[in-house]
């Protein structure tokens, strides 16, 4: 027996790198996960990889900037699973490394509509649902950018530095209903979104190379999991020790 036998999760940014990851990681648990994202074609090819090898999973065609994709997205999930238990919202963009000068504004609301209203929508929409069985959990992706600058640049710090504060004030607001909001903080991580960090950067890591998403993934199916159940609010660092040394 799986670990999330009988849960269903949405897996939002679950089309590649870390989402990916814990799409399949959800299901080889015995979750049923629905993938959502923009990409139908990669969203496509994971559910039918999930499907050949015994799992259960639908693709949901969702773009988090827009409120209404996730209003429609979600009541896809309700038609085909009936409930929800776990949103994992890990829908994310970098900003290259650009300085506050650099950064034109466009670039700072893209990144705060994508790294932080993306996930705040799509708690709203599945709250009253898991507030109604009280019980659920949320896991919103932090980085190492939630505690010390210098893996981002300034609109991308200041994004993952408030999706913490998200994850509190659901605690707070939630906790005691039944909701269960943590927060992982990876380090860097082998997926499209860091291809091109050189290797000097990897030696400053006290492990000494960069993580895998199968990696955050085991975290994701522990905070997904009961055995979980007491980690309330948590930012849960997995980053080979590269914060220690800031
Ligand atoms: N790779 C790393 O080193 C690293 C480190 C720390 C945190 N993270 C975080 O992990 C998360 C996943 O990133 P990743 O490394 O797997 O890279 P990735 O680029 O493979 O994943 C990001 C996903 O978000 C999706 N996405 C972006 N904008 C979207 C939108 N508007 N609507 C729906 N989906 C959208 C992309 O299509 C993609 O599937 C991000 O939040 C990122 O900030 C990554
Ligand atoms: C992509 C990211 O979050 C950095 C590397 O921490």
Redesign the pocket.
Known sequence: MGRLENKMALI??G?????EAVARAFADEGAKVAVA???ETDGKRIVDEIEENDGKAIFIR????KAEDLKKGFSKMIEEFGTIDILYN?????DSYQNAVETDEEMYDKLME??VK?PFLAAREVLPVMLEKGKGTIIN????STFVAGAGGSSYVTSKHAIEGFTKQLTYDFGSKGIKANLIA????T????EGVNEERLKDIPAQRAGK?EEVASIAVFLASEESDYVQGASIKMDGGWTVGR
């Open positions: 939002i940014g089309t590649s790198g870390i989402g994202g923009r990409k969702i773009d988090t900037t890990g829908a994310g963009i970098h994508v790294n993306g992706i932090g980085s190492q990876p380090g860097f991580i997926t499209p979104m860091v998403p």
